[in-house]
């Protein structure tokens, strides 16, 4: 029987989940067995109805099936008995790999990685997000033509079939597929190259205002607190990846102070790379924040794992050394937590708050708003006496220490917070010195 696989969609399938469970390197024993329930989750996010799961230790991935023949042959059974359409992996497999499973168990079998592109292309709203995920998809699929998709050995041409400009010695069809997906995936990095430069001109076109970045797991809460802490009427609903474009408010701190919030992507363990280079310009944001405000749901038993997947895609994209601050969400749906418990242990500095009813969210602005002023330092500014702004700000945003006039310049040594240095630069002083 011929294997068809021409779309990767699994709305409404019958799904099997696949765990392989590996040895770890130090002791010998097996890392943690934890049920599927991420996977679990994305198979539901996708629309996908869960009927089994399979979970198996290995010492080592078959190179063949991932799991081993005999195993592959139990999941055969197992597609019989529950009427399943689709089998999920938990890993990553090789297209070799999943075109010797699918020989095998005679039904679709896909990824983790395919999983969430299929995702993400059901969510991308705006044109960007949906030609990175595009491009994310192609560049996922191109090296697995060959293996997936049996209908690409067709031949195209040949004095049997084709028309006027086809009869020849022919062309396998893969080839063709192969060049036009090649010419795809170069029309879409060039279109996404210019949307990524206009996104990099908008975010420098900011100027020195001070970036805050919302990062955390998907669907741990980070447009909840956009919505709560601005007006930026982000989409919000209990389900992974509801957001996948960026959006940016400008929140107002006590006094005069503004700062601007971004709310960004949710992560997940494992994060597709395909997906992580192709939302370089969404991820941007958080690349370019002068502090991070990292989301952690703590009602989920997952929290630990979770801290450390954003961990693992901030790291990826060169975040892991940006000033944090640790939001522990959903604290208000806990009557008691050793989870909550341990995570305070651990971050001691982390606020415990509610993005939904407003919890604690005044302590958020009030640790932001200390990021944002810093440790205060003393400066020597000269500016022209004429230059009425400048000297305004001066007196309006710091202690003055000492002022001297000359025939055409007033210098002043000065005491502020380091966040004000960036606006007496856009002031235009004739000079500006950091004494201490």
């Known amino acids: 029987m011929e294997r068809k696989r ?86 990553d497999l090789s297209p070799g790999q999943i075109r010797d499973l699918e020989e095998i168990i005679q039904t679709k079998v896909i990824d983790r990685s395919e999983l969430i592109l299929d995702i993400f292309a059901t969510r991308a709203q705006t044109r960007q997000a949906r030609l990175q995920v595009e491009l994310a998809q192609l560049e996922y699929t191109y090296p697995r033509l060959t293996s997936m998709w049996s209908h690409l050995d067709r031949l195209a041409g040949g004095a049997a079939s084709g028309g006027v400009g086809t009869r020849g010695t022919g062309e396998k069809q893969l080839e063709i597929d192969k060049r036009l997906v090649n010419k795809r995936i170069s029309e879409l990095k060039r279109e996404l190259e210019g949307i990524d430069k206009r996104k990099l001109r908008e975010i420098d076109g900011r100027g020195e205002m001070f970036k805050v970045g919302i990062v955390g797991y998907t669907n741990a809460g980070k447009s909840t607190l956009m919505n709560a802490l601005t007006d930026a009427g982000v989409f919000v609903e209990d389900r992974l990846f509801a957001t996948l474009d960026t959006r940016t408010k400008k929140w107002e701190l006590e006094g005069s102070s503004k700062v601007l919030l971004s709310d960004t992507v949710g992560f997940v363990s494992n994060l597709p790379h395909q997906l992580v280079a192709s939302f370089k310009a969404t991820l941007e944001e958080a690349v370019n924040a002068d502090l991070l405000i990292h989301v952690v749901d703590v009602s989920t038993s997952e929290a630990f794992d979770q801290i450390k997947s954003v961990e693992s895609v901030l790291k990826e994209i060169g975040c892991e050394k940006k000033d944090m601050l640790v939001v522990l969400n959903k604290a208000d749906v806990l009557s008691e937590s050793a989870t909550l418990e341990s995570l305070q242990t651990i971050y001691p500095e982390a606020i415990c708050i509610s993005a939904k009813t407003g919890m604690n969210l005044d302590k958020v602005a009030e640790a932001v708003l200390g990021k944002y002023h810093g440790s205060d330092v003393t400066v020597r500014v000269v500016a022209d006496i004429g230059n009425g702004k400048l000297l305004s700000y001066l007196h309006a945003n710091g202690r003055i220490i000492s002022t001297e006039y000359t025939d055409d310049h007033v210098v002043m040594e000065v005491s502020m917070g380091k966040s004000n240095l960036h606006m007496i630069k856009r002031l235009k002083p004739v000079e500006i010195a950091i004494l201490g």
Do not use: W
Not at 21 to 45: C, P, Q, S, Y
Not at 58 to 77: E, F, P
Not at 86 to 91: H, M
């Open 6 to 91: 021409e779309q990767l969609q699994v709305k409404k399938e019958r799904a099997i989940l696949v765990g392989a469970i590996h040895r770890m390197r130090r002791g010998g024993g097996f890392k943690k067995h934890d049920n599927l329930v991420e996977l679990t989750a994305l198979v539901e996010t996708a629309g996908a109805v869960v009927v089994d799961r399979f979970q198996q230790k290995i010492y080592r991935v078959n190179a063949s099936t991932y799991i081993g023949k005999g195993k592959a042959r139990m999941l055969c059974d197992r597609v019989e008995r529950f009427d399943a359409d689709v089998i999920i992996f938990d890993n």
